[in-house]
């Protein structure tokens, strides 16, 4: 399993990375417009912070499959590793081909149905992204979506993984993965979520104000 935070926050990343297993970071356009950075700027720092062992995901701007091409090419100058997330839309797909073609691995992104996906994955994307909680917001089943999804891919594509993103709960991460998914980009908030409930916090209290009463103080 892939584990990845979908954020430019570089002092969250810092602060999360000794605590969750993850792969790399996820970023898209409105991600980095709130850094407040330039896109290069920004992807040259997260690949420092992250290492080359680490992976990057980076969204083109263009519309028309050549500038995809051209932008996906420009990315590739900066951060060598990283991977392009490219729209499924009809120029989308020409582009994913393309860059397939060229050895540059793709993200097909922006996922609202399960067919959709699989042309992502037919055109060569290595992952495709699943919009999970805009699927749901727009009265859609993310959940049935990301099962069928799942299950193309297994007999059509099993060379392209499912990268689940827009998460707004717990919840839907974990359906998820119990459907299957072999990678997720979590939001710092829900990331955080998994790490920290008010229970947990409680229940160590309660361990240290019993053992201070019996013994005084927290040694052994």
């Not at 892939?2 to 605590?19: C, G, N, Q, S």
């Not at 407040?36 to 969204?59: C, I, P, R, V």
């Not at 297994?154 to 998820?176: G, I, N």
Request: aromatic share 6%; net charge neutral; with cysteine.
């Amino acid at each position: 399993m892939e584990l990845y935070l979908d954020t430019a926050d570089i002092e969250a990343i810092k602060r999360l990375a000794p605590i969750l297993p993850i792969k790399g970071v996820t970023t898209n356009p409105s991600i980095v417009a709130k850094s407040g950075q330039s896109l290069f700027t920004l992807l040259s720092a997260l690949h420092n912070l992250l290492g080359a062992d680490k992976l990057l995901f980076a969204q083109v701007l263009s519309s028309d499959a050549p500038n995809m091409i051209k932008e996906a090419e420009q990315l590739r100058k900066v951060v060598p590793n990283i991977v392009t997330k490219i729209p499924v839309n009809a120029e989308g797909l020409k582009a994913i081909r393309a860059l397939t073609q060229q050895g540059i691995p793709t993200l097909g992104t922006a996922v609202y149905g399960a067919g959709q996906g699989l042309l992502g994955a037919l055109a060569g994307a290595k992952y495709i992204a699943p919009y999970v909680n805009r699927i749901d917001a727009q009265g859609g089943n993310s959940k049935d979506t990301v099962q069928e999804l799942q299950k193309l891919l297994a007999l059509h594509c099993p060379q392209t993984m499912v990268l689940a993103a827009s998460f707004r709960t717990p919840r839907q991460a974990l359906d998820c993965l119990l459907a299957g998914c072999q990678s997720i980009t979590l939001p710092v908030d829900v990331a955080e979520l998994f790490i920290s409930d008010p229970a947990v916090d409680a229940a160590i209290v309660k361990f240290e104000q019993d053992w201070r009463r019996a013994f005084g103080s927290l040694t052994y």
